[in-house]
Every structure is written in C-alpha cells, then in structure tokens.
C-alpha cells in the first residue's frame, strides 16, 4: 500500500509540481490549497507525511496552525516545512511544535523525495522500535559519548536524547563519519540536502546543533571551528 | 555641525545684542527730560516776564515815582535814606537802628565819607569832630542819627542870641524854589533841641521862630554826643539836595568855632549832596508783590535800583559743595548757561547802579525779555525785564529774578527716577531676555541634536520622531513637528526599502519555486532532453537568482541577524592562525602570508562572524591583488584593541569612493571579468560585523601606492579563564 502524502500549498503552480513530482515516486498525493480544505481533508483520514507551507492566501500563520493540529492528532506525525520564509525565527517556532524538517524555497525536488522517503522510513524505524519493545541498536552507531541512529535519526550523548530536526541529523552525521578529522563546508552543505546553501547557513545549524548538545551537557566541546575550512568532530 | 564658526555670531548673542537697543529708552528719556527742563524754564521765563509785565502795567505811566531824581548823577555824590523797617523814637538811642548797622557813613575822618564796616574803627579813633551818619527814610520824614566825636562839648548858653558859639549841626538843603535853605540844630544840653532857619553866616536865627518840623533829640556818650532828629522830607523838595555839617566848638570860655565837618566835600564846588532815596511807593507797590525765591527790581532808566523786594537766593538745602554723580552727569548734557556776571543785583547797596546785562538793556530799549544766567555761588537764576513806559517812553524796567533750584531739583529728581526704573527695567529685560535666549538657544539645540542623533554615522535613521518639543506650541514646536513627521515618513520609507529584500525574496522565491520544480519535472518526464543546453541554461538562471536573494536578503538581515549573536572570548590570534592556513584550500592559486604579535589576542565575538569578515577580506584582496603577489593578513595588538590588516599588491582606491567604501552597494570595480556576483556588499558586511563586536574598519592605500590595506580593529578583551581552544 502507498504511503500517503499530503501537500498544503497555496500556489497552484508549485502544488501541481510537488504533486507531479511526489506522485512519480510512487506515493497517493492529497493537495490542499487552504487551511480550511486540509483540515476538512485530514478529517477524513490522517496521511503518513505531510509537508506544509507556512503561508497560506492571507494567514501567515496558516502552516504553524497546521502542524500544531496534527501533531495534536498524530503526535508521531512526520511533518516537513515548506517556505520562503527561512528566518531563523520562522525555522525555531517550525521545529518547536514538531516539525520533522524544514526546507527553504527554492527546493530540489529530488532532495524533496530523498527526504519523504527517509522520514517515512525514520518513522517506521521507529514505530517498529516500540511495537517491537527492543532497542533497534542493530543500525546505531557509538562515538565517544555520542549515540548515532542514522536509521532511527536518533541522537543521544551521554544517554541522554537529542531532538534535532532532518538536515541537522544529516550534518552531524557527515561531521561524526570519520571523527577527528575536518569537514569541509561543502560536505556539509552536500548534507543539508537544500539547493541552495551557503557557509552562513552551515554555521547557523551547527550553532543550534552545538546549542541543543550544551542544553543537555554544558560541558560539550566537542564539535570544533576549522576556521576557513568548516568543522571538526573531536572525540575525548 | 553644531558649531558655528565664522556664520556670524550665536542666536543668544544676537538676542543679547538687540536687547541692547533697549540703552535708547534711558537716552531718549533723558533727551525728554532735557527738553523738559528747558520747557521748564521758558515757562518760568514767561511767568517771570508776565510778572515783570503785571509789575510794570502797575508802575506804567508814573512818571512822579520816577521824578524824585534828577536824569544825571554826575558831579554829585549821594547820602542815602535808606527805608526804614520799622518806626524810629526820636531819643538818640541807636536801637531802632538795628537793621541798618552796617550802612554807617564816616564824615570828617578823611576827605572822603567811607562806610563803616562791622570791623572798622570805632568812632574813638575818629578826630575830634568827626562823626558817624546814618540816614533813613519812613513815612514821608527823613531821619537821621549821627555819633559825633567830641572831647568836650559845649552847649549852648541861651542867654546868647549868636547861635554858632556852641556845638551845633548845619543842615543845608534847595527848596522846590531853588531857594537854599539853611537850618541849624541847636543843643542846650543832653535832650531835646531846636531847629532854626538862619542867616547866610549861619550866625543868627533868621527870626526867633524855631522850626517844629525839625525834631531832634542829644545825648551824652563817652566819645562825646548821639544826635537823632528828622525832617520831612517835603521840606527838601523834589531835588532832595541835603548838605550836613558838625561843627564843633570845644572852649566853653571863648567859644570859637574849632572846626566843621560836613557831608560836604572841603572845596566842593556843590553845597549839597543828593539825599538818594528808594522810591517808598514803588517799593510798596513792588513789596507786595514779592514771592519766596524771587527778587523783584525796580530799576529806572538811569540803572538805578529805585525798590527791590524779597531775594532770589535762598540757600538750597541740597546743594553740596561737590556735586553728586547724579548732577555731574546730568550738567554733563545740558546746554551751557551762561556764567557772565553781565548782572550783579549785589551791587546795589550804593544805590546808584551799575547793573548792565542785555537784559536791562534791552527792557530800557522797550524790549521785554529774559535770561537764564548762572551766579558764581553756582546758583542759577533766570532774569526777565520788562520795560516801564509812559507817554511812549521808557522810564524805567522791572526785573524779577528767581532761582531755578526748583525746577532743577525736579529735573534731578525725575532723572533719578528714570535713572532707576531704566536701570531696573532694563536689567529685568536683560535678564528675561538672557533666561529667553538661553532657553531658545537650548531648546533649538536640543531639537538639533536629536535631529543630529536620529541619523547615526552612515546614515541610517536611528528614531522615527522627535521626543522633545512636539509638543510646544511655537515655531519651535513647528519645527520639532515638522522634523518629526519628516522623521516618521523617511523611517517609514527606510522601513519599506529595508524590508524590500525580504519581500523581494519572499515574493521571487515562490514564482522561483515554481520555475524551478518546473524545470525539474520538465527534465524528469522528457528525459530526452537531459543535458539540453536551455534546459542547462535555464537552471543556471534559476540558481542565480536564488543566489542573488539570497545575498540580498542576509546582507539586509545582517544587522538584525547579529543582534541575536551571543559573544563569547575567542583567540584570534589562533582563529586567524587556523583560518589563514585553510586559506589554501579556497584560493589554491594564492599566496597568504600571516603575521602577528606574539601571545593571545582575545577578544569577545561570534566565532564565525569572524569568519565571515575574514572571507569578505580575502575575497576582496584575492579579487584586487596582482596575480603572484602574496596577500598580506597581520594580525596587532595596539594597546587595547585588536588590529587584523589584509593588504594586498593590486590598484589603489579611489579618492572619491574611499570614504563610502564600506557602505553597501558600494564597489570599485570597474567591470566584471567572472561570472560572480558583487553587489559591494562585501565590506559593507566587514563593517556592519566590526561595528557590532565594538571595532571599526578602515581602508587606507599602501604608502608606496602599490596596493591597498583594509584594517579592522576589535576591542581586546581580558584573558576570559575559560577561553575556547580552536581546532
């Protein structure tokens, strides 16, 4: 059976691309133009994924709205970002109420489909984990402190878990491959899997990357400036 | 900018300056004043000649007032009646005499009759026979008191008839006739005595009739007698010629004749003197008319002072000997009066005139006229004459004098009073104005610097409006609101054109969105047309668009977005260190060349925008640089901050672009030689990012002009202990 997507986008342009796009991989598309027909819509039946833009005809806010009421519904609901507006405010308040993902306009559509297919798999991942009641440690990964589950997107350092969004997982998971050893800025915008990024943009998800480590350990130091270069994962 | 120099003098000097046009106030007043006065004084004039005039109407055509004295004084000399105060008691007592002690005449002690002063000699230094004479005049009647000297008097014995063997006085005198007339004053001992006409030796009375009109009376003194008598005077006629004679007879046995003194000069070819009298009626006429601080003459047609009433000299209780500021001041403006004694009123003791002065020689002439003259004492004193006429012709004048005291006291009190309310007045409008000024000057300063300090440095609005005076209601206020509401609307407009890369961005990126997974589907279901060259440039467009915005976007946002940075310590020494050795990696046709003072160079920053400023240097300078010359990065630390320097060998900067070099959108090159995108946001992001850490950046051209260096300067901070190592 197909997973289901669904799409809230209020440009019929873009709507019809994404469809297009989305359905080509094989998954059954349900686009929405408004707020009001994507509620009426998940009403009926809750998708697997849903990627949302934030702004909708005249409600700024139309996306943010969204994502709290399914999440509301389907607390595991996979929920990807889908906007212009890249501001950093925009980007904390999306991943605050629980987005999975957030991905900057203009968007590759391959990347799109990498990500639909790697969150869905995340969360059957997961949803296999607790059904299962083992820990799915088979694909986990150990350094130093640090737990890596590149198949669950599961972080935690010092056993302790870490909530960090798609294309944050993918940085520190390009940053932890071979540890000790410098990163270029490239790589790691390779991993952000968005079109269109720039050195800033690594620096800004490797602050909030370092922030949420810091909130847990205080004491964390363990991703370190190449300065000129890109970053360095240092083990103790 | 705020300060003024060389425009012309500050908006409080200004104000003080026309304040001092208000100095014309007290000079005007006091021009006023001055013209009062002589406005005053006119009218005093005119009351004095009004006086003169009424005085004159009185005596006009009495001519018999006048009469009394012959037209020519020459070749006589005068006794004087003076008027009596008061009645006189015929007892040879000198009291009733009081008032005219100091007019004593001496007879018979030289040639000439000389006036006995207070300190002159007593009648016992005189001569046997000479005598003191004192004549005076009431009610119609002569009086006379004589102080003869004589050793030894000899009364007369009645027993002999021959009248000159015994002391006796001679009085001579022309008749209305012109008859002469001789009367001896007979003594027959201390008392009464008796007048008789006599013969032309003066031997023998002409008939045994005494003369009861000539009443007289002796008395014993030490120096020898006091004889008091009088006359009327209607026995002297209107020629009031009078000749007086002592004769002294000092042996009781032979009973001769041993000498005579008289009024009468020795070899005078006149026998009489004239008896000068003041006119009583005129003098009446004229006493009643006398005021306080006014002295009334009357003066006939040959200067003589025929009355005078009252005195225009009256000590003046404010007069001091040095006058005070205020009169020194006051004299110091006011038009010269003359001080020609051209009058001297004094002088008419003697009765016979000299007074001159054009104004009695004008009043003789039929001209009524005044003067304002300025007595020696420093009195001032206004004189008008008025002539006297009758059957056309002028026989006399009438002067009244008075003094200007009151007038001037008033004229001093009024410009004390100016003096103080101008000063009071004038200081209080200093003050207020002063108080004003500053006021204005601070209120219109305060606008000026907020309206300075709304727009910082590189010209970007601080404030939206005016916080202070907005709310006043003058021109000032005006302003405030006008510069406020200018303000409101450029913030306004600097809001919409800062907020135009973000909408921008967020109206291209949807419609670029569209295009852009277009273009990916297109690809997808044509696979034909993969690596299709529009295709191919398509995309290309697409992502440069993107990028484009991109920078547009973060270059607006920088500000904002570093705001939200939080600082922390970092070496920059080692961060320079590590990045200038990464540098190769970028730019692998370069050479970089990294210097620094030794030791830690810490500094409070966000790592990476560090970083970031560090790229847009070393754009800049791989961009400018000749190919093969090295690029140069120092890293200072001067005192207490941090100089990071990137030179490079390349073309120096322009003189027009050198000051806005590190203002957005701002760039010297001339035309692009690669596909890159430069919007001159590069030092532009350089200097936001310094700014916010505290420094500044500066572009200066290499002293041998071979190439330019950009230097940024951070504050150092202390040694933080827990300072980040970088990797």
């Known amino acids: 059976m197909p997973k289901s997507i669904a799409i809230v986008e209020d440009d019929d342009d873009q709507r019809e691309n994404y469809r297009d796009a989305i359905t080509k991989k094989g998954y059954t598309v349900s686009a929405y133009g408004s707020r009001k027909e994507a509620l009426s819509g998940f009403d009926d039946a809750l998708p697997d994924l849903v990627i949302l833009d934030i702004i909708l005809g005249e409600e700024v806010d139309a996306g943010f709205e969204l994502c709290r009421d399914l999440l509301a519904r389907s607390p595991s609901l996979p929920v990807i970002f889908l906007t212009e507006r890249i501001e950093e405010i925009d980007k904390i308040s999306g991943l605050r109420l629980g987005a999975w993902d957030y991905l900057p306009k203009p968007i590759s559509l391959e990347y799109l489909a990498e990500r639909i297919s790697s969150l869905l798999r995340i969360n059957e991942a997961r949803y296999q984990n607790s059904a299962g009641g083992s820990r799915g440690s088979d694909s986990a990964r150990k350094i130093g402190h640090l737990t890596l589950d590149q198949e669950a997107l599961l972080v935690s350092w010092k056993n302790k878990q870490i909530d960090l969004s798609g294309t944050e997982f993918r940085m520190l998971a390009k940053l932890v491959r071979v540890p000790g050893h410098a990163v270029s800025y490239e790589t790691l915008m390779n991993a952000t899997m968005q079109s269109l990024v720039t050195n800033n943009t690594i620096n800004t998800h490797m602050r909030n990357i370092r922030k949420k480590f810091e909130r847990v350990d205080p004491e964390f130091a363990s991703i370190k400036s190449e300065y000129g270069y890109g970053y360095r994962w240092v083990s103790k | ?727």
């Open chain 2, 1 to 727: 900018m705020t300060k003024a120099n060389g425009r012309g003098p500050r908006l409080s000097t200004k104000l003080m300056l026309l304040g001092l046009a208000l100095l014309i106030v007290p000079w005007f007043s006091f021009r006023h004043l001055v013209q009062m006065e002589s406005f005053l004084i006119q009218g005093q004039s005119q009351a004095q000649l009004l006086t003169a005039e009424g005085i004159s109407t009185l005596l006009n055509g009495r001519e018999d007032l006048f009469n009394d004295l012959p037209l020519s004084l020459d070749g006589f000399e005068a006794l004087y009646a003076h008027p009596l105060p008061g009645p006189i008691r015929i007892d040879a007592r000198e009291s009733d005499w009081a008032a005219l002690a100091d007019r004593w005449q001496v007879f018979g002690g030289g040639s000439e009759p000389r006036r006995i002063t207070s300190h002159d000699s007593s009648i016992d230094a005189l001569p046997d026979g000479a005598f003191h004479l004192l004549l005076g005049e009431r009610g119609n009647q002569l009086y006379a008191f004589l102080r003869v000297r004589d050793e030894s008097r000899v009364w007369r014995n009645p027993n002999l008839l021959r009248l000159d063997n015994a002391d006796h006085i001679r009085l001579s005198y022309l008749t209305d006739q012109g008859d002469e007339g001789r009367l001896q004053i007979t003594m027959q001992g201390p008392g009464v005595t008796t007048a008789y006409h006599m013969d032309a030796e003066w031997k023998f009375a002409e008939h045994g009739l005494p003369e009861n009109r000539v009443q007289g009376y002796v008395e014993e003194t030490d120096y020898g007698y006091n004889l008091e008598f009088r006359m009327p005077m209607s026995m002297l006629g209107s020629r009031r010629s009078f000749g007086l004679a002592v004769v002294d007879v000092d042996d009781p046995e032979t009973r001769q004749i041993r000498g005579i003194a008289q009024t009468l000069p020795q070899s005078g070819r006149e026998n009489f003197h004239l008896v000068v009298l003041r006119s009583p009626e005129v003098l009446n006429i004229v006493r009643g008319l006398g005021y306080s601080g006014a002295r009334i003459l009357v003066i006939d047609s040959q200067r003589r002072v025929r009355a005078e009433a009252g005195s225009s000299i009256e000590p003046s209780e404010s007069t001091s000997d040095t006058p005070g500021w205020l009169e020194r001041l006051f004299d110091m403006f006011r038009p010269n009066v003359r001080t020609s004694s051209d009058l001297a009123p004094e002088d008419t003791e003697q009765g016979l005139i000299t007074v001159g002065g054009q104004v009695i020689d004008a009043a003789l002439q039929g001209q009524p006229s005044a003067v304002r003259r300025r007595r020696d004492e420093g009195v001032e004193v206004i004189m008008a004459a008025h002539p006297i006429v009758s059957r056309n012709q002028v026989i006399g004048t009438v002067v009244v004098e008075q003094n200007t005291d009151d007038i001037l006291d008033l004229q001093r009190d009024a410009l004390g009073r100016i003096v103080l309310v101008s000063a009071t007045s004038l200081l209080a409008v200093f003050v207020a104005l002063l108080a004003f000024s500053v006021r204005l000057a601070w209120r219109i300063r305060r606008v000026g610097s907020e309206t300075t300090n709304a727009i910082d440095r590189h010209g970007r609005l601080k404030t939206s409006e005016l916080r202070h005076e907005i709310h006043s209601g003058d021109e000032i206020g005006d302003l405030a609101r006008s510069v406020s509401s200018m303000l409101t609307k450029l913030h306004q407009h600097t809001q919409f054109l800062e907020s135009m890369p973000r909408t921008l961005r967020h109206e291209i990126n949807n419609p670029l969105n569209a295009v852009s997974t277009s273009l990916q589907n297109l690809e997808q279901e044509m696979p034909a047309m993969e690596a299709n060259k529009y295709l191919e440039s398509a995309k290309r467009g697409v992502l440069r668009i993107g990028v484009i915005v991109q920078n547009l976007a973060d270059a607006a946002n920088l500000e904002d977005a570093l705001e939200s940075e939080e600082l922390e310590v970092v070496d920059l020494h080692e961060l320079l260190k590590s990045y200038v050795g990464n540098c190769h990696n970028a730019h692998p046709d370069c050479q970089f060349v990294f210097r620094s003072s030794p030791g830690p160079a810490p500094a409070r920053v966000a790592d990476y925008r560090i970083e970031q400023l560090l790229d847009k240097l070393i754009d800049n300078a791989v961009d400018f640089h000749w190919p093969g010359s090295p690029i140069r990065i120092h890293l200072d630390v001067v005192r207490d901050h941090i100089e990071i320097t990137v030179a490079n060998r390349g073309p120096p900067l322009q003189p027009e672009i050198e000051n806005n070099l590190f203002d957005s959108m701002v760039s010297q090159r001339v035309a692009t030689r690669d596909n890159r995108l430069h919007f001159g946001l590069g030092l532009y992001v350089v200097r936001v990012i310094a700014e916010r850490h505290g420094g500044s950046a500066r572009a200066a051209n290499l002293t041998d002009g071979s190439g330019v260096a950009i230097t940024v300067a951070l504050p150092l901070a202390s040694m933080a202990p827990r300072l980040r190592a970088t990797g």
